[in-house]
């Protein structure tokens, strides 16, 4: 299994990508995170993150918008992938 999901929300309405982030989350086995791609900063979503046990980064999108790399906070694997993703990996 893949360690990424990537789900890109940055054609929809609020809030539909908060809602569908927080779906994409429930799913995700062990050893992955989500890479979500959103159109603006989604600042409503990040109390929910940290109430839900999730930790994120930022990361410079490759295109527009916005991109928030999300994992279980208690995830050593999926936390590893990421930093190896932010270390140009």
Do not use: C, K, S
């Amino acid at each position: 299994m893949a360690p990424e999901r990537l789900l890109d929300v940055r054609d929809l309405a609020p809030p539909e990508p908060l809602e569908r982030i927080l779906v994409a989350l429930h799913d995700l086995a062990d050893a992955q995170y989500l890479r979500a791609r959103l159109p603006r900063e989604p600042y409503p979503l990040y109390p929910l993150l940290q109430e839900f046990g999730y930790t994120w980064r930022a990361r410079p999108p490759d295109g527009p918008g916005f991109e928030l790399l999300i994992w279980r906070r208690d995830d050593r694997e999926a936390q590893i992938a990421v930093q190896h993703l932010l270390n140009g990996g």
